[in-house]
């Protein structure tokens, strides 16, 4: 299989992820059970004062942060896309980045996660260096 094939399905696949954890972020506020729900509550009701923000609570901090993986991994989907049109040794370097990246978020995602977030990004990251080898040893030959 063509490393553009490949590079592509990893961006499908981190797209999925994408979809996947923007629920997560979308729903976490309404969660089941009595336990969890009081959680929550707290998160919403303690306010503080951060860094010169007042008014700030543990749950903006959470959802805040949710927002930032979203983008991040919309911005993975993008980049492994865009470099799926290349073929070159720049292409293979700057997915050797996206790579150890995306190793790094499923390192993440298996010790504060779940197996299928960590599935998701494995399964990619395994894509992308194996488009990295076909990459390199296609620009060989030529």
Known sequence: MKPKILLRIAALIMLFHCVGHTVGV????????????????????????????????????????????????LFIVALLWLLS????????????????????LSADEMIFFFPMAVTFSLVSAVLVVISIFKINKMTKIV
Not at 56 to 66: E, L
Not at 85 to 104: E, F, P, Q, R
């Open 26 to 73: 979308l729903t976490w506020q309404r969660p089941n059970g009595s336990i969890p729900s009081e959680v929550v509550q707290k998160m919403q009701e303690v306010q503080f004062g951060f860094m010169g923000k007042d008014g700030s609570t543990m749950a903006n901090f959470y959802s805040g942060f949710g927002y930032s993986a979203t983008i991040m991994l």
């Open 85 to 104: 049109g290349m073929s070159d040794k720049s292409a293979a370097k700057i997915l050797w980045i996206v790579a150890i990246a995306i190793i790094l």
